[in-house]
């Protein structure tokens, strides 16, 4: 995920100079050549990994070594799993890589590195790309990538792994989204808004639940929030469905690399739910937005549509009811939709809708600015839901529904894309907090043009629309601070002034007009 640009200074503790990230994207994009941006990020993410898993296992390695006269063996598989370290076999070990990088076998020696880790790593089955002998993929060029990735190594070795190697994992991430586009779409979302998501939610302590989890994202922001707030990561369950395998693949090696236990099953989620009875505290999630290719029509009865059957040319209602569906009695969940389903009542969407609302799940709405995403500029808001909104740690919020429209904030960092800054973040995320009574959140008021805190019965009388802004209304305008009467005397004699100087300037224009033969 990109992060914001800082100054070529400024350095993090493990010693790694903030934008190195963006120095090694340009490098390991000159080798890409002419291959594709889909293709080429198994390259370079595959290879990335494998140096993740490498680093850990030498620094245990020679933790171990050091210890031989207690009785530690460095060469057993067991000593690294019992640390839930992978074991790296002689033949995967990035210094045998390296060593080897100039071979024009070198595509068959890393093929052979990654099924051997599956081999020894049950977990891992399945998941690391193993084509890296293929005729089309540049050998030379591949040793100089492997040269490039072994230079990801700063910083102390308890940092290094997890800190720089997952840093430069999650920017490749980023990178590799915008330059395939449209597709780039399938396995990730912006930073920014996963930010907005878990910060509004808050997932301390739980079962956290994606069942279209990409890259795995959402997993990843929620361990950092953890992290930021103090908390300890081993109060948090993951659980998470991808469709695409390659995405799946990604996912599991986002999550490995950052040392995050997960369970993450590949698989259609509407058609073949993995976690069947998982009732999760939290949902977070970004499913495809107006997705007609679901198959709902092999899906009319199912037990998930408990407020209505959502229509089979588009899933966005099949996906809110499979979030509903997996929230614990007081779980929360929130997930971005494409604006059509705060406003839609094609094909029954507005009767689905209406339940909801009435239902009296719906917590909080957020309408973000465009041109967030890549793969699409397909206007998005945000839905956070909430299955019990009066016995927990928050205030008694039973019939009323937070409406932000967040649509004139955040900036363009490019032709093409805008990205919310840390303090857009902040009014989001503070508002929604000191609405619902969090602890320290300070306390709410209605602003104008942002924010409004909506009666069920008003969202009634607006045939249970949720559009922000039909709630929230227009922003104040400033005070100036000049008194009524002069500020009318200073804008009548600007007036006068303008008329006549528009009089002068169409006299001028008759004479013209007139010298060239054109006069009345």
């Not at 994992?169 to 395939?180: G, W």
């Not at 494409?338 to 917590?363: C, F, P, T, W, Y």
């Not at 956070?384 to 904030?409: C, H, M, Q, V, Y």
Request: charged residues 25%; contains cysteine.
């Amino acid at each position: 995920m990109a992060r914001n640009a800082k100054s070529k200074g400024d350095k993090k503790e493990n010693g790694a100079t903030l934008g190195f990230e963006a120095k090694l994207w340009a490098a390991a994009d000159a080798l890409r050549n002419n291959m594709d941006a889909a293709e080429y990020k198994h390259v370079v993410l595959g290879l990335i990994f494998l140096k993740y898993i490498s680093d850990a296992f030498e620094a245990k390695h020679t933790e171990l070594v050091a210890e031989k006269k207690k009785g530690a063996d460095p060469e057993d598989p067991d000593e690294y799993r019992a640390a839930s370290i992978f074991w790296v076999p002689k033949e995967a070990r990035w210094q045998h890589l390296k060593g080897k990088a100039p071979q024009p076998t070198i595509g068959t020696i890393v093929d052979d590195a990654m099924a051997s880790i599956e081999r020894d790593n049950p977990s891992l089955r399945g998941v690391l790309p193993k084509d890296f002998a293929r005729p089309g993929l540049d050998k030379q060029r591949l040793g100089q990538l492997i040269n490039l990735v072994s230079d990801i190594a700063l910083g102390s070795a308890a940092d290094r792994a997890k800190d720089t190697l997952g840093r430069v994992y999650e920017y490749f991430l980023a990178r590799f989204a915008s330059a395939e586009g449209k597709s780039g779409g399938q396995f990730y979302t912006p930073s920014r808004v996963v930010r907005v998501l878990v910060e509004m939610l808050a997932p301390y302590k739980g079962r956290v639940y994606d069942p279209c989890c990409g890259s795995g994202g959402m997993f990843v922001s929620s361990e950092k929030f953890i992290e930021a707030h103090s908390g300890k990561l081993g109060d948090i369950s993951i659980y998470g469905q991808e469709s695409n395998y390659t995405t799946w693949r990604l996912a599991k090696m986002n999550l490995a690399i950052r040392g995050i236990d997960a369970q993450i099953a590949h698989g259609d989620t509407f058609h073949a739910d993995k976690h069947p009875d998982l009732k999760a505290d939290y949902v977070l999630a970004n499913p495809p937005f107006n997705d007609s290719d679901w198959r709902g029509e092999l899906l009319k009865d199912d037990k998930r549509w408990v407020y209505g059957k959502p229509p089979a040319g588009n899933a966005n209602f099949a996906w809110v009811q499979h979030f509903i569906h997996h929230l614990a009695p007081t779980g929360l969940a929130g997930f971005v939709l494409a604006n059509i389903s705060m406003s839609s009542h094609q094909s029954g969407e507005g009767e689905i809708r209406k339940a909801i609302v009435e239902a009296d799940l719906v917590d909080c709405m957020v309408a973000l600015p465009g041109q967030l995403f890549y793969s699409t500029q397909i206007p998005v808001c945000l839905w956070f839901l909430s299955r019990n909104k009066w016995n927990g740690p928050f205030r008694d919020r039973r019939g009323e529904t937070l409406f932000i429209d967040a649509r004139k904030l955040g900036s363009m960092v490019d032709r093409t894309h805008r990205e919310l800054a840390d303090a857009d973040l902040a009014r989001i995320t503070g508002t929604y907090h000191a609405w619902r009574g969090d602890k320290g959140a300070g306390n709410y008021a209605d602003v104008p043009g942002f924010c409004k805190a909506t009666k069920l019965d008003h969202i009634r009388t607006h045939g249970h629309v949720l559009t922000p802004g039909r709630y929230v209304g227009a922003e104040a305008a400033e005070e100036d601070g000049e008194v009524f009467e002069q500020k009318m005397q200073r804008l009548a004699t600007t007036l006068r002034q303008q008329q006549a100087e528009a009089a002068r300037m169409d006299a001028a224009i008759t004479i013209n007009l007139r010298e060239l033969g054109y006069g009345g």
